[in-house]
């Protein structure tokens, strides 16, 4: 068989399986073994690829990062951080004119250097946001729009999941990755800033004018504005280890969950049952993380047997056109895959195939790895499958007064956050410095 015919049947039959419901780990296990299988003729070949995926593709130390950085996020919730972050971020915008839907905004991005996961932030300040926001007379929908936009922060802003996975597909070191978002996680917290301010003028009567400080507010302005303090510090000692070179991510995401485990302790919120609940979690999404990873490995490779990696690097080689429009197919692509697919899932489908090309053009993969989970995480909020939405929805179910909130309604209000990331997006890609700038000082 040629190598068109084996790359177009695997592919063909990779997305029967994915839309039929299989989940995506079957799905890439079984479409290598049948792509190997074609390529070389021998069913045993087949199988020992996937038995040698399987026990090389996550024996790596620096994939102990995963469990560890998973874990300091859920610590760092049990033990009351979200609540302190934004109250202490409400507190300090108070008098600003959209000041909580700034706060959330902030909070989120604090609290995305904790947590590295999306949909549990949109989870998270959905209670912590919603109510405040509501008792204040925000418009709903920019209200639930505020929330499931701003929490994609939790990919992109270090440490991330989606870096981690990205690092190990495409051999790029997770710390340098980790130092690169910096920009770019700052860029983006400021551009929904500066959308809250413009849709502040552009529909006043969407968000109320300032509040002034209450006596009591007053009184305990500083205790408030400080007592987030241990996980700020908690932050800036595991990131900053990394970047300074004092830790490798896997040693930084060890010192970050111990430190959020102390902070659990100090702050007097351990019970047996949440502890025990925590590590449950933390071991589920790692572990289906892991298997991910694993299956993708067996994928990558069956890419490179049968050829298909170069028959695709050839093709878009041979264009042409300049690189920078290779690059915008690929970010066009990744959006349409965010529309349907989950974020992990594309990177990990994606990577083997646009990674080559890319190097083989001469582009800095650390650069193009946030470019590419910004334009992915797009996807978190547009429908129709956008997780962030279905996130605030589901917390929603169990609010009070909430039941009759349309996941429609919550995708209208996350649309000016999407413009936003896209224009961000094409900035990372026309400034790479945005990107590149603190890597190449580390």
Same mark, same amino acid.
């Given at each position: 068989?040629?190598?068109?015919?084996?790359?177009?049947?695997?592919?063909?039959?990779?997305?029967?399986?994915?839309?039929?419901?299989?989940?995506?780990?079957?799905?890439?296990?079984?479409?290598?073994?049948?792509?190997?299988?074609?390529?070389?003729?021998?069913?045993?070949?087949?199988?020992?690829?996937?038995?040698?995926?399987?026990?090389?593709?996550?024996?790596?130390?620096?994939?102990?990062?995963?469990?560890?950085?998973?874990?300091?996020?859920?610590?760092?919730?049990?033990?009351?951080?979200?609540?302190?972050?934004?109250?202490?971020?409400?507190?300090?915008?108070?008098?600003?004119?959209?000041?909580?839907?700034?706060?959330?905004?902030?909070?989120?991005?604090?609290?995305?250097?904790?947590?590295?996961?999306?949909?549990?932030?949109?989870?998270?300040?959905?209670?912590?946001?919603?109510?405040?926001?509501?008792?204040?007379?925000?418009?709903?929908?920019?209200?639930?729009?505020?929330?499931?936009?701003?929490?994609?922060?939790?990919?992109?802003?270090?440490?991330?999941?989606?870096?981690?996975?990205?690092?190990?597909?495409?051999?790029?070191?997770?710390?340098?990755?980790?130092?690169?978002?910096?920009?770019?996680?700052?860029?983006?917290?400021?551009?929904?800033?500066?959308?809250?301010?413009?849709?502040?003028?552009?529909?006043?009567?969407?968000?109320?004018?300032?509040?002034?400080?209450?006596?009591?507010?007053?009184?305990?302005?500083?205790?408030?504005? #400080?007592?987030? *303090?241990? &996980? /700020?510090?908690? =932050?800036?000692?595991?990131? @900053?280890? +990394?970047?300074?070179? %004092?830790?490798?991510?896997?040693?930084?995401?060890?010192?970050?969950?111990?430190?959020?485990?102390?902070?659990?302790?100090?702050?007097?919120?351990?019970?047996?049952?949440?502890?025990?609940?925590?590590?449950?979690?933390?071991?589920?999404?790692?572990?289906?993380?892991?298997?991910?990873?694993?299956?993708?490995?067996?994928?990558?490779?069956?890419?490179?047997?049968?050829?298909?990696?170069?028959?695709?690097?050839?093709?878009?080689?041979?264009?042409?056109?300049?690189?920078?429009?290779?690059?915008?197919?690929?970010?066009?692509?990744?959006?349409?895959?965010?529309?349907?697919?989950?974020?992990?899932?594309?990177?990990?489908?994606?990577?083997?195939?646009?990674?080559?090309?890319?190097?083989?053009?001469?582009?800095? #993969?650390?650069? *193009?790895? &946030? /470019?590419?989970? =910004?334009?992915?995480?797009? @996807?978190? +909020?547009?429908?129709? %499958?956008?997780?962030?939405?279905?996130?605030?929805?589901?917390?929603?179910?169990?609010?009070?007064?909430?039941?009759?909130?349309?996941?429609?309604?919550?995708?209208?209000?996350?649309?000016?956050?999407?413009?936003?990331?896209?224009?961000?997006?094409?900035?990372?890609?026309?400034?790479?410095?945005?990107?590149?700038?603190?890597?190449?000082?580390?």
């Amino acid at each position: 068989m040629s190598i068109g015919f084996i790359a177009t049947l695997s592919l063909i039959l990779l997305l029967v399986l994915i839309f039929s419901g299989v989940h995506l780990c079957t799905s890439l296990m079984f479409t290598s073994v049948i792509g190997v299988w074609l390529t070389t003729g021998r069913f045993a070949t087949a199988m020992n690829v996937l038995a040698q995926s399987a026990w090389g593709a996550v024996r790596s130390y620096m994939f102990g990062v995963i469990p560890l950085f998973v874990l300091m996020g859920m610590f760092a919730n049990m033990s009351g951080a979200s609540r302190d972050l934004y109250d202490a971020a409400s507190l300090l915008m108070k008098r600003l004119r959209g000041g909580v839907a700034i706060a959330t905004v902030v909070a989120n991005a604090i609290f995305a250097a904790i947590t590295g996961v999306t949909v549990a932030s949109a989870t998270i300040f959905t209670q912590i946001a919603l109510p405040q926001m509501t008792r204040l007379n925000y418009k709903r929908k920019f209200s639930l729009g505020t929330i499931a936009g701003s929490a994609i922060l939790g990919m992109l802003i270090p440490p991330s999941l989606l870096m981690i996975v990205y690092g190990a597909q495409a051999d790029v070191s997770i710390g340098k990755l980790f130092v690169a978002a910096i920009g770019p996680g700052l860029l983006m917290t400021l551009a929904f800033i500066i959308t809250i301010r413009i849709i502040a003028v552009l529909k006043p009567d969407w968000i109320p004018q300032a509040e002034s400080l209450t006596e009591d507010e007053k009184r305990n302005y500083w205790k408030i504005v #400080l007592k987030p *303090w241990p &996980i /700020v510090l908690l =932050i800036v000692v595991s990131l @900053g280890g +990394i970047w300074g070179g %004092f830790f490798t991510p896997t040693e930084a995401g060890g010192v970050g969950a111990f430190g959020a485990f102390l902070l659990v302790i100090f702050k007097r919120k351990f019970n047996w049952k949440d502890f025990r609940n925590t590590m449950l979690n933390a071991g589920q999404t790692a572990g289906s993380v892991l298997i991910l990873m694993i299956s993708a490995s067996t994928y990558s490779k069956m890419l490179s047997m049968c050829g298909i990696i170069n028959l695709l690097s050839s093709f878009v080689t041979g264009l042409n056109v300049a690189p920078v429009f290779v690059v915008l197919i690929f970010i066009l692509i990744l959006m349409v895959l965010g529309c349907i697919l989950d974020s992990t899932s594309i990177i990990l489908l994606t990577s083997p195939l646009m990674v080559p090309i890319l190097r083989n053009m001469g582009y800095d #993969l650390v650069w *193009w790895g &946030i /470019v590419m989970i =910004i334009a992915i995480e797009t @996807g978190m +909020i547009t429908p129709p %499958f956008g997780m962030n939405v279905f996130a605030v929805k589901s917390t929603l179910s169990n609010m009070k007064g909430m039941n009759d909130i349309t996941v429609g309604e919550i995708f209208s209000g996350s649309m000016p956050y999407l413009i936003a990331m896209i224009i961000v997006d094409l900035m990372c890609i026309f400034i790479p410095a945005v990107v590149t700038f603190f890597p190449s000082i580390m």
